[in-house]
């Protein structure tokens, strides 16, 4: 079973730092691009960042760039978003996603992980 696991979620302070992790269970991830997407209640799901299967390219939400940081380890299977600076309105469930090779809209992805809450609160 093709599977996406999400960690690294939980409870940080406002200027604090978490880094969540994106692991493939049952494929890997070489071949695939993999993007965040966040959710906060009420609101729509947004694109956060993606990253493309050889990790060349990436791109990032205007408000967020210079605070996110997208990577891949290919190796272990494994996405990570590094997010630093955190403010409350980043609170929301982060989810990750994965298509073939490159980036594209949040329609256009093949598979979705279960998302993992990050609370930004003092």
């Known amino acids: 079973q093709l599977q996406l696991v999400e960690s690294g979620g939980g409870l940080v302070q406002p200027g604090g730092s978490l880094r969540l992790s994106c692991a493939a269970s049952g494929f890997t991830l070489d071949a695939y691009a993999i993007a965040w997407f966040r959710q906060a209640p009420g609101k729509e799901r947004e694109g956060v960042s993606c990253i493309s299967s050889s990790g060349g390219t990436t791109n990032y939400a205007g408000s967020l760039k210079g605070r996110f940081t997208i990577s891949r380890d290919n190796a272990k299977s494994t996405v990570y978003l590094q997010m630093n600076s955190l403010k409350p309105e980043d609170t929301a469930v982060y989810y990750c996603?994965?298509?073939?090779?490159?980036?594209?809209?949040?329609?256009?992805?093949?598979?979705w992980g279960q998302g993992t809450q990050v609370t930004v609160s003092s």
């Open positions: 996603a994965a298509r073939r090779w490159v980036c594209g809209g949040p329609g256009n992805y093949d598979y």
